[in-house]
């Protein structure tokens, strides 16, 4: 496996990166900053996962929500 030291991202899971923005904001604030259905309509962690994981632009959205927030 290779290191990436300037990649901030590396070594954070995708579920660690949403229980952080969910615990920060909620979820209410995060269907706010990020329009997607996962975040608005009954939200729950599993679901939004499930959605992020297949879903890159979506993923790309809440992956720099995430850095900003940091």
Sequence with gaps: ???QPNNPL???KLAEILQFLVAM???EALGE???I???KSNPS???SLKFLR???WARDKV???YLDSI
């Design 45 to 47: 962690i599993n679901s």
């Design 25 to 27: 904001y909620g979820w």
């Design 37 to 39: 259905n996962c975040f």
């Design 33 to 35: 900053r990020i329009n």
């Design 1 to 3: 496996m290779e290191e």
């Design 54 to 56: 297949k879903t890159q």
């Design 10 to 12: 590396h070594g954070v």
């Design 63 to 65: 992956e720099k929500l």
